[in-house]
Antibody, heavy 114, light 106 residues
Framework: QVQLVESGGRVVQPGGSLRLSCEASGFNFRSYGMHWVRQALGKGPEWLTFIRSDGNEKYYADAVKGRFTVSRDNSRSTVFLQLNRLRTEDTAMYYC???????WGNGTAVRVSA | QSALIQPPSVAGSPGQSITISCRGS??????VSWFQQHPGEAPKLLIYEVTKRPSAVSDRFSGSRSGDTASLAISGLQAEDEAFYYC?????????FGGGTSLTVL
């Protein structure tokens, strides 16, 4: 069935780095743009970034521009999010979602704490 | 990216209809979406491109827009509709979410 599975979240110290992965199955991944969205506990969703289906166009929210980088490997049906220079306010559940955001993963939790 | 303003909460009784507004969704863009989120779950797409509904979503949910305000209507309220609802606007340079509306089914 159509599925997105995120992984890579963990506890990391401020200033540290993480790489999140999102593996897709059940649909033609290479035909869809992909988003990353995060949600802090008790808050609403916050859009972070979008990468076009061919990987040649990327957009970022101001809050993460210059610190986070999105990429994808269509041969592995996987989209990545590199998180650098992490701050405590980056603590959240991180979701990947496809196209018009009709498919979501279950999320992977990132906690930035000393 | 402009802010999308939603009422913090709405309430209705089973069987009634309610509407949730989302102000700031410029008519320059047709990519307004609505999401439902229950606690502990990922958001679920209800409406995209202002009025379109994924095939698996109940026709009790409908979307519309007038000027810079988009609306989500829910008819025949059911207990399972109690959740948070978020609008979003996709522009050429990114996406912004509204602050969310908590729906209580009385």
């Amino acid at each position: 069935q159509v599925q997105l599975v995120e992984s890579g979240g963990r506890v990391v110290q401020p200033g540290g780095s993480l790489r999140l992965s999102c593996e897709a199955s059940g649909f033609n991944f290479r035909s869809y743009g992909m988003h990353w969205v995060r949600q802090a506990l008790g808050k609403g969703p916050e859009w972070l970034t979008f990468i076009r289906s061919d990987g040649n166009e990327k957009y970022y929210a101001d809050a993460v521009k210059g610190r986070f980088t999105v990429s994808r490997d269509n041969s592995r049906s996987t989209v990545f999010l590199q998180l650098n220079r992490l701050r405590t306010e980056d603590t959240a559940m991180y979701y990947c979602t496809s196209g018009v955001m009709d498919v979501w993963g279950n999320g992977t939790a990132v906690r930035v704490s000393a | 990216q402009s802010a999308l303003i939603q009422p913090p909460s709405v309430a209705g009784s089973p069987g009634q209809s309610i509407t949730i507004s989302c102000r700031g969704s410029s008519s320059s863009y047709n990519a307004v979406s609505w999401f439902q989120q229950h606690p502990g779950e990922a958001p679920k797409l209800l409406i995209y491109e202002v009025t379109k509904r994924p095939s698996a979503v109940s026709d009790r949910f409908s979307g519309s827009r007038s000027g810079d305000t988009a609306s989500l209507a829910i008819s025949g309220l059911q207990a399972e509709d109690e959740a948070f609802y978020y609008c979003s606007l996709h522009t050429g340079g990114g996406t912004v979410f509204g602050g969310g509306t908590s729906l209580t089914v009385l």
